[in-house]
């Protein structure tokens, strides 16, 4: 069972397929987070230890979010941000975690591949 916080900028629904599978997923909604500065949220993911799924590109580049020392960040890149789209990719990176760690690493998720970068 791995640990995520969904970003507010994925459909609440995210969360459930992740529960779904056996994951523990906490929405940055749910803990009023909304609008928080992304190292407000890097940090609550830390201290909760729990792997940041989102839509954000700017978590893309390990220089400004380093993964050393968290559980990992995924984010999902798709053609269109549409709710169907999201909850696809949410089940691919379901499926990609009974084969791969996240523990320190950034996921790239798009609809045909997932790039994996160590710290």
């Known amino acids: 069972m791995a640990r995520f916080k969904v970003d507010e900028n994925l459909p609440g629904a995210a969360a459930q397929v992740l529960r779904e599978a056996g994951h523990d997923a906490a929405t940055v909604l749910d803990q009023d987070l909304q609008g928080s500065a992304d190292d407000v949220i890097s940090e609550a993911c830390r201290r909760e230890q729990r792997i940041l799924l989102t839509l954000d590109r700017g978590y893309g580049d390990p220089r400004r979010h380093p993964t050393a020392g968290t559980e990992g ?10 709710r169907d789209a999201a909850l696809a ?7 990609a975690l009974e084969e791969h760690r996240v523990d320190e690493a950034l996921w790239i998720v798009e609809p045909h591949r997932i790039r994996i970068r160590r710290a």
Not at 73 to 82: A, G, W, Y
Not at 89 to 95: G, H, I, K, S, T
């Open 73 to 82: 960040i995924i984010v999902l890149r798709m053609p269109s941000q549409d």
């Open 89 to 95: 990719l949410v089940r691919r990176v379901v499926a």
